[in-house]
Every structure is written in structure tokens, then in C-alpha cells.
């Protein structure tokens, strides 16, 4: 055990240079495109005081490297900067845009794994048969249809045709809000019927999210076990007499299981940094469209401190699939 | 020879030597002066014995000017000069005298010219105004359609009891507010939002946008020299705060502050800088007692209402003048009392600062909830207003959850009439389209912003309920103020040439482009000033405007650029639009189709917002494609930013004397010399 804890040490460490490097890339990259922080009709009437205001209060007439210190210790202090266009503190904005997505990004990855192991493992241990065909043409289906066309396809069937589900928007707001994580606070105040609402309103959304990534990962873990259930040791443990269900779940899955891992710590980070389409059909504020819609409205502040979010999102995200990879494969801890 | 015949031969060489001698000795060369009415100088002779023919040109309005400061060194379009970069001192001085004429006559006669000079010059070619089509599902009641209103007033909505959810109005908009406080919104949400949450002392009522009529105030009335403004401030007007749990009544100090809070929140940092409809105009605000208000009575004081103007002299002629003109209001009667009395100073006179109270700047806010939420550094409580808005509307802020909706409830403490009947609603933002379109369609939103392209979808569509059938209607409401021009550079080549503007705009194909880009949400317009306001005119010279065949486009197109004198083939024209803009994407392809008809070679450009606003200010492109909508009702938010080429004059004069070198304008039907006074 004694690896681990160097491990997750040495893993921990790598974190600092990573992140002041998105920080700095982020930076010069928006700062190297020429655009006015225009405020809605401000151009209108335009007063060249109250632009020097402006270009003053976010330092915009400093040198570039000033500028880039000055983010740094604000970002380590908490203060995440103020946006260009909504002028309300951005730490704020996205405290209310993220856990939205948060939440989207657990359904979604929920149900990708919900959905994708089984069927892997279904048509792994049923290969060749027509269930095994049928499975693969599905994956391919599944990750070659584009996003928006998933989307809005449920969004037609589900909604407006059967009216199943409910088409657009959050659900209704529990009677106390902790975290802005409607599903999670309604539990915790108890307000079931919320809870209810939300996720029914969170089901078209994270379902059209996931079918790709399902897709995906029934293919991996489909291949995957299929080359674990290959290896000499399946053979030995065949040929002590355990039975297919203890092979299959005690030995093979654990070993086929890490790149899956893998990819669905991507998947989750990936997520995370916001599914802008899906979040614009289903009419959902969360992260996604917030740094998009910025990034056109050339929202400095904004643009770094989401690109430094995603950033830290990314890090905590790969460094628990390492430690999962180091708990289920022990030969990681000594790397 | 006999008699008669040597008669008639000595006849005609007489008149031949005449005639001759005639032409050998007279006058070589006729000056003519023209002269002016009201003019002191007198004709005078030349030296050389010409004789001075004089020729009279009446005009009906001099416009003299004196002090005059050429437009700076660096042009900034929308800051110091227009947009297009047009500059023509005599326009100037002309827009300098409308803005300030305080005799409405003579205002109405000098934007009709104005307008005709707009059509004319064409610094940029004025593509249309918008057309308003509301789309609604029929259990809903709209009564009033108002172009000035950025939305319906909710008071005045009501809903079938037969109708899906009949508490509650769910709305599908593309966007939400940047912010519910009055000194930080300068777009049509906020100030959609603001005709609910807040009064104001002057507002509109039913479809009349030319008149304002009292609201907060109960009265007003104007000194004889046009610079103060004198406000009876009505009683039992009541904010409401729900986030203290507290309610205040409105008081006079409650006006005064308002105002002066628009004015100081200049200098600190807002979402949005709308306080110049307010603080380019006003001085300061402040409270006077019942007896200074008498006074000023007693001296004399005009009241404009309705179009006319009324002389008052006592406390009790306002009043029932007051209660009289407007009995038709219905929140007019519900409170009757007077709290106080309020004076607008204005740093000159200025007819339009009516329709300037009447905007969302205009609305009262209360001092004591700003007091409970100020700081040293933010002593107007602009971070906290700008979410939490306290008003005496007819509605409140329930909650405000960003990009996703806004919930907004009855007012329980409103004082006005009627009554709003619909108890909740909901804006949610779908930026979607599609998805707005299904959710319309299925009735889970009331009513919504449909784009023209989508119209078809929603054709037509019915849904049953409740045992009745429903249908979504999508009826014309008219004109409203929000116009589409094309922006030329008259600063760059070949723009400067009047006549090639001219043949551009001959070549813009403005029936297609009505039909095929806005299907048909967009009418033709004569100038700079839309039809419905003030100074709107059809007596223009120029019908580039008007319904022609391509073919007369084209040809007319044509004719004027060799009137021109500049070869097309020389100049490669870029036309700009920003990304994303559709029915702009479309007009820029159009306009390179015909325009290169005319030899010219044209490229079409986009760049994000914040580019291209850069692009225009800083005059760094040849056509650029951009809309315009009002500020207040009134022509000079419309002449002045977008025809002033930076010309500026100490002193302008209407109907002033003597003018030399000045210029003769006749355009609209009105006769007009403007030049520098003597």
C-alpha cells in the first residue's frame, strides 16, 4: 500500500505544471484575436470615457504579462474574474451553469455505462451469434449518427409524437436548494415530487447524450473481454472447474474492465466540459452553451476561466481513473 | 421702288440696325443676386454699370448657425459621427436646429426636410422598417398593439379559463434580459420586463405611440422658456420587495431620486450604459413644496398634452385639466391624490424629453431598498438592483434562474387599473428554434418568438382541449420603429460620390429582398425617419424606394453611375455582415448579384459581433449591413446619431436673420436656406 501512496503523490504533483500551462495557452490564444468587449448596444452610444473605464478595470491596457499575473493570483484567490458581458462575478455564473451539467454529465455517463457493459459483455459471451451482430450494427449506428440529429430525433418521437416525456427545460426548482443540483437537493429536502420532475426532465437529454458513448464502450468492452476470455489463465481457471459466472466476473471482467476505465473517464470529462448542442434542443443552461456563447461574444474572462475549469475538470477526472486503474491493476502502482 | 415697299425695306433695316446695336450695347454680362426676406442689405450695383437682376427665393425657415467646430482629427462611427461616416455641414446645422426647436410646427417641418435630404443624399441606403406579426394559440387575448412597447403589458393580457394551465402564461423567448434594474438595461428584454415590474411618470396606453400619458405622475407642465419641467407626483403608488419581505410607499424624493441615480450611474461600472436617453438632456431633479409649486403656477406655466399645447395658471386649472384630458385611462382614476411635486431641470429646451421619461430609463425606482443594499463602493446598489428589481408594477420577480426562465407573479400590492387577471408568468429561454417550434405546437407554450422562416410550420395549426379547438394565429400588428439599413463608408471611394450611393441604391432589389429574405416582415421606407413617427414624409425626391421592375433598377442604376464619372470595373466592393445573421447573410449575397450587374466587383465577408462592431466604428469597411431601433418615440434618436457628421455650432438659429453664402434647400415641400449667420 505503501506504493499507492507514492503513487497518488507523485500523480498529485504533476497537477500544478499542467494547469498553469492551460492557464497561459488559454490566455495568449485569446488575447491574440482583435475584437471590441462589445455590452449588448453599448456600440450604440458610444462613450470613448466610459470605454477607457472599461479597458481599465479589466486591465486591458496593461502589457500581456502583467495581465497574465495578475489572472494567476486572482484565480488562486478566488476571484475567478468578472464577465465582459453580464458584468456579474463568473465564479456566480458558474456556479449556476456547472452543477447543471454536472448532473447531465452523471446521468449521461450513468446510462452509457447502464447501457454499453452489458450489451459488451452480452455480445461477448454470445459471439458470432446474431445477438452479437445485432449489437455490433447498433454501436455503429449509434457513434456514427451525429449528436443533433439523436437529439432532436427523441425530442420528436418522445415529445412531441407519444408525449412521454417532457421536451425542454429543468424541472421544477426543489424547495430548498443546497447545491444547485436540483436531483441531488430534492433528495436532500425530500421534495420527491421534484425529484420526479427533474429527472424526467434529465431523462431525453442524457439518453441522447450517452447513445454514443454507449456505442462505444459496448464495442470496447465487447473487444476487450474477448481478448481477456483468449488468455491462458481463463483456460486455467476453465480447467480447475469454476464455473463460467465466478470466471466471468471475478477474473475476466476485472481484467477486461481497465481500458473501459479508461474511456469512460474521457467520456465523463468530456461531459463535463459541456454537451453545447444537446444543452441548446433541450433549452438546458448549463456550461456548455455558457462558454460557447462567450466564446463568441469574445468574453475574455470568461473564455479563461472556462478553458481553466475544464482544464481542473480534466486533472481530478484522469487522476481518479489512475487511481481506479491502480486499485484494479496493481502493476500501475509502481510506475 | 415705290413707297410701301421702300417703307418696308427702311422698316426692316431699321429693326436690323436695332437689333444690331442693341446686342453691340448691351450689358455684357447680368449678375444676379438672390435676396432674402428679412434682409437688410441691400442690392448693390457693379462698378461697371451691369445691371444687378434680382431674383427673390422665399424661404419658409432660415437656419443660421455661428461658432461652428469642424468634426475632429479621429472618427469614431456611433461616437462622434455616424456610422456610415456622412458629413455635409448644412445637414448638421439642420439636425442641430431640429433637435432643439421647441415650436412643434416648425420641429415637424424641419425633420420632414430632413427626411428628404436622408432619401437624396442616401449616406446609407435605408432598406425598410420592420413589420410586426404577433403568433399566439387563440385562447389568449391580446387588446393593444403599441410599436414603441418592447412587449405587450401583461395587465391588459388575459386567458381563456377553458386554456391549458389558465393561471399561468408560459412564454418561449430566444434570450433573457441582461439586467432588471433600469439604469443597467439597454436591450428589449430588460426593458420588456421593466413595462411590468416598474411605473414611470409619463407612459403610453392602448396603440397610441405619438402621446404619452400620466402615470406616476398625475400631472405636468412645462415653463415658459422650455427648461424645467414640473411633475404633480401621484399618491398611493406602493414598491413592493420581496426579497426584505417590505413594502414602501412612493414618494416625491422617490421620483427625484430616480432620475438623479440615472444620471450618477454614468460613472460606474453597469452591465449596459442606457442613461444617456436620460442624462444627455436632464440637469438634475428635485423635489419642491406645494408652495413653490404654486408660485411657478402663478407665473404661468404650458402644459403639452395630446398634441397641444394649454396655458396654466392655478394649482386647480391643472388638475382638472389633467383629470379631464385623460379620464380615458383606466389607472389614471384608481389614484387621484397628489404626494408632492417634482422639478426636471434640462440643460436646454427640448420637446422630445417626454418620450425619453416614458422609456424603461424612466422608471422609478425606491431610494430606501437601494439603501439597504448599498456600499461604499456601490452606493446606487447597482450589483444588487441589477437581479432584484423593486417597482410599483403590476408584477414582481419571483425568481430569475439565467438562460433557463423567469417567473414572475401579480404584484399584491399594485394600485393601478386593471387589475392583472393572469396570476403567473413564465419566460423561458429556448434558444432553439426547433424545439421553440415543438413546443409551441404542442401548446406547452402560450405564445412565443417565431421566426419568419418558421411561420409555415405553425400554419394553421389547431389542438384540441377541453372539448374546444384551438387555433394558433399569427395576425399583422403594423410598423414598427426598428429599421435595416446598409451602411456605405462615405469616407472611402467610390462612396463619396453622391451619384454612385444613388445608383447602388437604384440597384438594391428591395422587392426581392421583402419578399425572399423577410417574407414579407419588412415594408419599404422613404428615409432615416420610420412611418408612424414624426416627420415621416412620402414627398421625397428620389423612388428607389418604391415597387419598380429590375429592369428599371438596373437601368436607372446605370444612368446615374455615368452621371457618376468613376468606372466601376476599378472598384472591388466587400460587403460585411456578422456571423450567424441569416436574413443578412442573404441580403449581402443579393446585393453582390445585382450590384456586380453594374460592373462593380463584390465580395461578401462575415465576422463575429464584437469584429465587425469594431470594424464599423473604426470605418474600416466599404458596406455593412445593420438595424436601428428606437431609444424613444422620437425623429431625433433616429436623424442625429445616424446622419451627424461632426459638424457642431455654438449657436444655431431658426428663422434667424441674414444668412450670406447660405444655401437654398428645397425638398418636402419646404423651402429652406441654411448658412452661417452674419
Redesign the interface.
Known amino acids: 500500500m505503501g506504493d499507492f501512496k507514492y503513487y497518488i503523490a507523485r500523480r498529485l504533483l504533476t497537477f500544478v505544471p499542467t494547469l498553469l500551462g492551460v492557464i497561459v495557452i488559454t490566455f495568449i490564444i485569446s488575447h491574440l484575436?482583435?475584437?471590441?468587449?462589445?455590452?449588448?448596444?453599448?456600440?450604440?452610444?458610444?462613450?470613448?470615457q466610459?470605454l477607457a473605464?472599461?479597458k481599465k478595470?479589466y486591465h486591458l491596457d496593461q502589457p500581456w504579462y502583467i495581465q497574465l499575473w495578475l489572472y494567476i493570483c486572482d484565480l488562486f484567490t478566488g476571484n475567478w474574474g468578472t464577465s465582459i458581458?453580464?458584468?456579474?462575478p463568473i465564479l456566480k455564473?458558474l456556479s449556476?451553469?456547472f452543477p447543471v451539467t454536472f448532473q447531465l454529465a452523471i446521468l449521461g455517463e450513468f446510462f452509457i455505462l447502464v447501457a454499453g457493459i452489458p450489451l459488451g459483455i452480452a455480445a461477448a459471451m454470445r459471439n458470432n451469434t446474431k445477438l452479437d451482430q445485432a449489437i455490433r450494427v447498433l454501436s455503429v449506428i449509434g457513434y456514427s449518427v451525429p449528436y443533433f440529429l439523436l437529439a432532436?430525433a427523441f425530442?420528436?418521437i418522445f415529445?412531441?409524437w407519444l408525449?412521454w416525456l417532457p421536451?425542454?427545460?429543468?424541472g421544477r426548482?426543489p424547495r430548498v436548494v443546497y447545491t444547485g443540483m436540483y436531483l441531488f437537493d430534492s433528495i436532500l429536502c425530500g421534495d420527491w415530487g421534484a425529484f420526479v420532475d427533474n429527472f424526467l426532465h434529465f431523462l431525453l437529454p442524457s439518453i441522447s447524450l450517452a447513445t454514443p458513448g454507449a456505442a462505444v464502450i459496448a464495442r470496447l468492452m465487447r473487444g476487450s473481454l474477448l481478448d481477456t476470455l483468449s488468455a491462458d489463465f481463463i483456460d486455467y481457471c476453465r480447467m480447475k472447474g469454476l464455473p463460467e459466472r465466478v470466471i466471468m466476473v471475478k477474473h475476466a471482467l476485472k481484467n477486461a474492465i481497465i481500458p473501459i476505465i479508461t474511456v469512460a473517464g474521457l467520456q465523463f470529462g468530456g461531459l463535463l466540459g459541456g454537451a453545447i448542442i444537446t444543452e441548446?434542443?433541450?433549452?438546458?443552461?448549463g456550461l456548455g452553451?455558457?462558454l460557447v456563447v462567450s466564446t463568441?461574444?469574445?468574453d475574455y474572462p470568461v473564455i479563461m476561466a472556462g478553458t481553466f475549469l475544464i482544464g481542473l475538470v480534466y486533472l481530478i477526472v484522469n487522476f481518479v481513473v489512475d487511481l481506479l486503474y491502480a486499485y484494479v491493476d496493481p502493476r500501475v502502482r509502481l510506475t | 421702288m415705290d413707297a410701301k415697299t421702300m417703307a418696308a425695306v427702311l422698316l426692316i433695316v431699321g429693326l436690323l440696325v436695332g437689333f444690331a446695336a442693341g446686342y453691340v450695347f448691351a450689358p455684357p454680362k447680368i449678375k444676379t443676386q438672390v435676396v432674402y426676406r428679412n434682409q437688410t442689405k441691400v442690392v448693390y450695383r457693379n462698378q461697371t454699370q451691369t445691371v444687378v437682376q434680382v431674383k427673390e427665393y422665399k424661404p419658409d425657415i432660415v437656419v443660421s448657425y455661428s461658432g461652428a467646430t469642424p468634426p475632429p482629427e479621429k472618427l469614431?462611427g456611433?461616437?462622434n459621427i455616424n456610422p456610415a461616416f456622412f458629413s455635409n455641414k448644412s445637414v448638421d446645422a439642420l439636425l442641430q436646429a431640429a433637435k432643439y426647436e421647441t415650436n412643434p410646427v416648425i420641429r415637424e417641418k424641419l425633420y420632414n426636410v430632413i427626411q428628404a435630404i436622408s432619401n437624396y443624399e442616401v449616406p446609407m441606403i435605408w432598406l425598410g422598417q420592420a413589420k410586426a406579426r404577433r403568433h399566439y394559440w387563440s385562447w389568449m387575448h391580446f387588446p393593444f398593439f403599441n410599436p414603441v412597447l418592447a412587449d405587450n403589458q401583461w395587465q391588459f393580457v388575459t386567458k381563456d379559463p377553458n386554456a391549458p394551465r389558465p393561471n399561468e402564461v408560459d412564454v418561449g423567448d430566444i434570450g433573457e434580459p441582461?439586467s432588471l434594474d433600469p439604469a443597467?438595461t439597454?436591450?428589449t428584454a430588460g426593458w420588456g420586463a421593466g413595462i411590468q415590474l416598474y411605473n414611470r411618470l409619463v407612459f403610453y396606453y392602448g396603440n397610441d405611440s405619438k402621446n404619452v400619458v400620466p402615470e406616476a405622475a398625475y400631472a405636468w407642465a412645462m415653463s415658459k422658456d422650455g427648461t424645467k419641467l414640473y411633475f404633480a407626483i401621484r399618491k398611493g403608488l406602493v414598491f413592493y420587495d420581496p426579497w426584505d419581505k417590505k413594502t414602501f410607499d412612493m414618494t416625491p424624493e422617490d421620483v427625484a431620486y430616480s432620475i438623479n441615480r440615472i444620471i450618477e450611474s454614468?460613472n460606474y461600472?453597469?452591465?449596459?450604459?442606457?442613461e444617456?436617453i436620460i442624462s444627455d438632456f436632464v440637469k438634475k431633479a428635485y423635489v419642491i413644496s406645494e408652495k413653490d409649486m404654486e408660485a411657478a403656477l402663478k407665473e404661468g406655466l404650458v402644459a403639452p398634452i395630446l398634441g397641444k399645447e394649454y396655458t396654466i395658471n392655478s394649482m386647480d386649472q391643472w388638475i382638472n385639466l389633467f383629470k379631464e384630458k385623460f379620464s380615458y385611462v383606466p389607472w389614471h382614476k384608481a389614484k387621484t391624490e397628489i404626494a408632492g411635486y417634482v422639478v426636471i431641470e434640462l440643460k436646454r429646451p427640448y420637446l422630445a424629453i417626454m418620450s425619453c421619461l416614458a422609456t424603461n430609463v424612466g422608471s422609478i425606482v425606491s431610494e430606501k431598498a437601494v439603501a439597504l443594499h448599498n456600499s461604499t463602493k456601490d452606493p446606487l446598489a447597482l450589483k444588487w438592483y441589477?437581479e432584484h428589481p423593486v417597482g410599483t408594477g403590476p408584477y414582481y420577480l419571483v425568481?430569475w434562474?439565467?438562460?433557463?426562465?423567469l417567473v414572475y407573479e401579480v404584484n399584491p400590492y399594485y394600485w393601478g387599473e386593471p387589475k392583472p387577471t393572469i396570476k403567473k408568468w413564465v419566460i423561458?429561454?429556448?434558444?432553439?428554434e426547433?424545439?421553440?417550434i415543438?413546443?409551441l405546437?404542442?401548446g406547452?407554450l402560450d405564445y412565443g418568438v417565431v421566426s419568419p422562416q418558421s411561420e409555415d410550420k405553425m400554419e394553421g395549426k389547431t389542438l384540441q382541449y377541453n372539448g374546444k379547438t384551438w387555433k394558433f394565429l399569427m395576425p399583422w400588428m403594423g410598423g414598427t420603429f426598428d429599421i435595416t439599413h446598409i451602411y456605405l463608408n462615405n469616407k472611402k471611394e467610390p462612396f463619396n460620390n453622391l451619384y454612385v450611393r444613388q445608383a447602388l441604391a437604384y440597384a438594391t432589389p428591395f422587392e426581392f429582398i421583402i419578399k425572399q429574405v423577410y417574407r414579407g416582415h419588412l415594408m419599404p421606407v422613404s428615409g432615416v425617419i420610420p412611418k408612424g413617427m414624426l416627420g415621416y414624409t412620402d414627398n421625397v425626391p428620389l423612388d428607389y424606394w418604391k415597387t419598380m421592375s429590375e429592369e428599371q433598377r438596373i437601368a436607372k442604376a446605370k444612368e446615374l453611375l455615368k452621371k457618376s464619372g468613376i468606372d466601376p470595373t476599378k472598384y472591388t466592393i466587400t460587403i460585411i455582415y456578422n456571423?450567424?445573421n441569416k436574413p443578412r447573410e442573404m441580403i449581402a449575397t443579393l446585393l453582390q448579384n445585382e450590384w456586380q450587374k453594374l460592373g462593380f466587383k463584390v465580395k461578401v465577408q462575415t465576422f463575429?459581433?464584437?469584429?465587425y462592431?469594431?470594424k464599423i466604428?473604426n470605418g474600416d469597411y466599404d458596406v455593412a449591413i445593420l438595424g436601428w431601433a428606437p431609444?424613444y418615440a422620437d425623429p431625433d434618436d433616429y436623424a442625429y446619431?445616424l446622419m451627424q457628421g461632426g459638424w457642431h455650432f455654438a449657436t444655431v438659429k431658426v428663422a434667424g436673420l441674414a444668412v450670406a453664402n447660405a444655401k437654398p434647400i428645397e425638398m418636402a415641400g419646404v423651402k429652406l436656406l441654411v448658412g452661417p449667420a452674419p
Open positions: 484575436v482583435p475584437a471590441l468587449p462589445a455590452k449588448g448596444a453599448f456600440a450604440r452610444h458610444m462613450n470613448p466610459t473605464l472599461i478595470m458581458v453580464t458584468s456579474r455564473e449556476i451553469y432532436i425530442q420528436m415529445y412531441y408525449g421536451g425542454f427545460g429543468l426548482k441548446t434542443i433541450f433549452a438546458i443552461a452553451r455558457y463568441y461574444a469574445m | 469614431v456611433f461616437s441582461e443597467q439597454y436591450e454614468a461600472e453597469k452591465v449596459d450604459y442606457p444617456w441589477n425568481s434562474t439565467h438562460n433557463q426562465e423561458k429561454i429556448i434558444p432553439e426547433e424545439s421553440r415543438l413546443a405546437q404542442k406547452d456571423q450567424g463575429s459581433w464584437p469584429t462592431l469594431k466604428t431609444d446619431p
